[in-house]
Every structure is written in structure tokens, then in C-alpha cells.
């Protein structure tokens, strides 16, 4: 074998290292996620809505509000479009959560 052969295997060899490490990264984070939306406690608190966002990221829109909770901690989720639209900054009421998920918001009447 002469040193272009060696030079494309330890490429290749290095290829495959980077890799495995990005598989096993991701499938890490992701356990993590899955589990920390699973375990965590369902939250009930006064809240007021205080910022709505919409971005358009490469053809999908993201709809997202940020809420304020009675001890001054802002708490951010991302929406569906209909729950979104349901929405208006400045609302208050109740906010249900369970860690980044939102469940609902009912409103003061």
C-alpha cells in the first residue's frame, strides 16, 4: 500500500469515528428530552401573556408566546396555530404547563 491508501483510510477511519459520536450525542439528548416532558410535574399558575411571536422558518411557521408568572419568571412554549390565535398579549388567567410543554391557558373572564 503505498501512503495515498493510508492517508484515504485514516480519513475514512476518522469519518466514521465523527460519526458514531454524533449518533450516540443525539440519541442521548434525545432520551434526555423524552424523558425530562414525561417526568416532570404539571404546573398550575396566574400568568400574563406578554409576548407573541410568529417566525416563518423555511416554509413552517413557528408560533410562540411568552408568559409571565407572579414571581416576575418568564416561561416560553411553542403553539399550535389554532391555540396560538386564541391568544392576545396582555392576557391573563391561568397557565398550565409541564416543564417546555404548554397544556393550557385559561383566560380571566
Known amino acids: 500500500m503505498n ?3 493510508f492517508s484515504f483510510l485514516w480519513i475514512l477511519l476518522a469519518g466514521a469515528i465523527v460519526l458514531s459520536v454524533a449518533v450516540v450525542v443525539f ?10 416532558s414525561n417526568d416532570g410535574t404539571v ?3 396566574t400568568a400574563k401573556l406578554i ?4 417566525k416563518d422558518m423555511y416554509n413552517d411557521v ?3 408566546v411568552t408568559f409571565e408568572l407572579p414571581d416576575n419568571q418568564k416561561v416560553s412554549f411553542d ?5 396560538f390565535n386564541e391568544l392576545s398579549e396582555g392576557d391573563k388567567g391561568v397557565l398550565t404547563y409541564q ?7 385559561t383566560k380571566e373572564s
Request: charged fraction near 35%; aromatic fraction near 12%.
Open 99 to 105: 416543564d417546555d410543554k404548554f397544556m393550557s391557558f
Open 3 to 5: 501512503n495515498a491508501d
Open 27 to 36: 440519541v442521548l439528548k434525545f432520551a434526555r428530552s423524552g424523558k425530562k
Open 62 to 64: 413557528a408560533y410562540m
Open 51 to 54: 409576548k407573541t411571536t410568529v
Open 43 to 45: 404546573l398550575s399558575s
Open 79 to 83: 403553539l399550535s396555530e389554532e391555540d
